[in-house]
C-alpha cells in the first residue's frame, strides 16, 4: 500500500488485511467485526473500539460504493491504530465537499440499497484523530485513520 504519511511506520503489533471486491457489500460487516473483536481481545477501551469499527466500515462501504477494488489494512501498535484503505476507482473530485454531511456521488442504485446518505468521509473524520487522504480523478484513493490510543491505567 502507498501511505500518505509515516504514521503507519511503526511496528505493527497487528496488522488486519482485507482485499474488497466491486460491490461486495458484506465485506464492510465482516471487516468491522473482525476488527472489533480483535481490539476487544487486546483490551481496547470501549470507545475505541467502537470508533475504530466505525471507520473500518465507512472506509470499506467508501470503496465498495465508488471503486472497481481495494484493500483494507489495520495496523494495531500499542500507542495508535491505523486504518488504511487504497482503492482503484473514480477519485474524489472534490474533497472539500466530499467531507460535508449529505454530500454523496453514490450511483442511485446504491441510495435505492440504503447506503450513499453522504455519511462516510465525516463519519471517519468523526471518530478519528488523524486524517489523511490522497485521491487522484480516475486512478483512486488512499485514505489512512488514526486512533490515538488511551494508555490503560
Not at 12 to 23: M, T
Amino acid at each position: 500500500m502507498n501511505h500518505p504519511d509515516k504514521e503507519a511506520d511503526s511496528k505493527p503489533q497487528f496488522k488486519l488485511e482485507f482485499k474488497i471486491g466491486e460491490k461486495d457489500f458484506s465485506v464492510a460487516g465482516e471487516a468491522a467485526s473482525k476488527v472489533k473483536k480483535t481490539l476487544q481481545q487486546l483490551g481496547l477501551r470501549p470507545e475505541e473500539v467502537r470508533n475504530i469499527a466505525i471507520i473500518v466500515y465507512e472506509a470499506v462501504m467508501n470503496v465498495i460504493i465508488h471503486a472497481t477494488h481495494g484493500e483494507l489494512e489495520v495496523i494495531i501498535v500499542p500507542e495508535k491504530v491505523v486504518v488504511l484503505t487504497e482503492d482503484t476507482g473514480m477519485g474524489i473530485p472534490d474533497l472539500e465537499m466530499a467531507m460535508k454531511e449529505g454530500y454523496s456521488t453514490a450511483t442511485h442504485e446504491v441510495r435505492e440499497m440504503g447506503f450513499g446518505a453522504g455519511m462516510g468521509l465525516p463519519n471517519i473524520k468523526q471518530c478519528s484523530h488523524k486524517l489523511n487522504i490522497k485521491s487522484q480523478v480516475g486512478v483512486g484513493t488512499v485514505l489512512e485513520a488514526i486512533v490515538y490510543l488511551s494508555s490503560k491505567d
